[in-house]
């Protein structure tokens, strides 16, 4: 078969029978799933069709009742009426049906799962909605849990994916774009978004760069999402996901667009701020409160997970006087007879523990616990027993870790921006993990994605903006929507 439909778009069917068969039996000659059954009427026209379709990917007791049997058992046909118009509207009972007269159209539906039916005489086939491949099934993400709200996570398929959001959101302002991306794949990508609510500039952008893609096949989200940020470089992420229907639902309703990539449960939406890094799935479940002291204490987790190897480095290495006396001499004993410097023994920590997270993660999740506290435990203790590390610096390490697992978002940044801003205070001390700050907040400012502000909620906040950035207000107190989004008013009570 040949790699494009593209590559058939100026070829149309004959009318005959045999020679439209044999055309998709060339384009089909290597597929072995494909299957050809023939039909004839048993009325007094006595006209022959064809049913092609690739096995695996229809239903076939649909295809049996609602497409065989009725073709076979259909009375007499009027001669007046169209043979293709007739057998459309009065024979069969299947719940979508399209004309196709363009080979490439055709193609494009039978690899997604349509059934093709070709009649004698006929310069028109029929494309037959008969869908029926098999699917993992709605399950809670493992990845996006939550102990209060909801447990549907997204499929693979596109079409149900968008139906979820679909069932969130009942409302005719709901709107879904369709194309295909892919040279080879031809991936099927849905556009989501609320009309009135989403920016038509923002819209017309990620059209123009999803129609600019040009890659042999799409089999995940994340090849679409790498191609169309602005800063492909950056450690920060200017385009989220999430598997989460609810998640969806309410991003579109503050603005947003998603964009459901067939093959993959994870969802991207944009623009993506700051901000979003530091909000759980589960903020609006709980209690307001609760969820908002839960925010705050990622933000300063954050910073933490990044900061704290560079300060003990720094104060070890540069700034021993600014320790407390009786700290700096207990540092100093517990560190005597360990072979490394600070910084090596701090480098050589976080590689360790890094390999024991990532192992961890690719395992069976058994398995992966089991190697996690056991290996953290064995080897920690192992090592400071043989005086290779220090006990500071392994309470350091450890500390630095967990603050940096309450930023699941973030994990990739932290790691980067610990080691960056490491060896920066291990050269320069103080000064330098204050110039590496700088510089951090400096890119973090310099960000936008798709033409928004990435820090718009925090740096140009008002009052409004705030209850859902830092802290999580109550409901009724939120007012407005995002910054970014032209149509502000939430509620109706908001007064500027």
Known sequence: MSGRTKDYQNEKLTGNLSLDIAIFKEIFKNESALRIKYIRSRNKVNYDCALIYIDGMINGTQINDSIIKPIITVDAMPDSEDLTEYIEKQVLFARDIKKKSLVSDILEGVLYGEVLLLISGSLEALLIDSKGWRTRGISEPKNETVLQGPREGFDEAALLNVAMIRRKLQTPDFCTEMLRIGRRSSTIVFICYLNTLTDKKILSELKRKLEKIDIDGILDSNYISEQIRADKFSLFSTIGSTERPDIIASKLLEGRIAVVVDG??????????????????????????????????????????????????????????????????????????????PSTECIIMLFVFEALREAGLRMSQNLGHTLSVVGGLVVGQAAVEARIISTPMLIVIALSGICGLMVPKLRSAVLYL????????????????????????????????????????????????????IIRADFKKMLTRPLFNFNLIRQKRYKK
Do not use: C
């Not at 954050?302 to 070890?316: G, N, R, V, Y």
């Not at 204050?434 to 140009?460: A, E, N, P, Q, W």
């Open 418 to 469: 610990r080691i960056a801003l490491l060896i920066a205070s291990a050269l320069f001390g103080l000064y330098g993990f204050f110039i590496g700050i700088s510089i951090i907040i400096m890119h973090i400012i310099s960000l936008s994605s798709f033409g928004v502000d990435y820090t718009v909620s925090l740096r140009k906040s008002s009052f409004q903006s705030l209850k859902d950035t």
């Open 264 to 341: 993959t449960p994870v969802v991207l939406t944009l623009p993506y701020l700051f901000s979003e890094n530091f909000q759980s799935d589960e903020d609006y479940y709980l209690n307001f409160l609760f969820a908002s002291s839960g925010r705050i204490l990622r933000y300063i987790s954050f910073f933490l997970s990044i900061s704290i190897p560079a300060i003990f480095i720094s104060l070890l290495a540069f700034h021993t006087s600014l320790l407390p006396t009786s700290l700096a001499i207990a540092i100093a004993r517990l560190r005597g007879g360990v072979p490394f410097s």
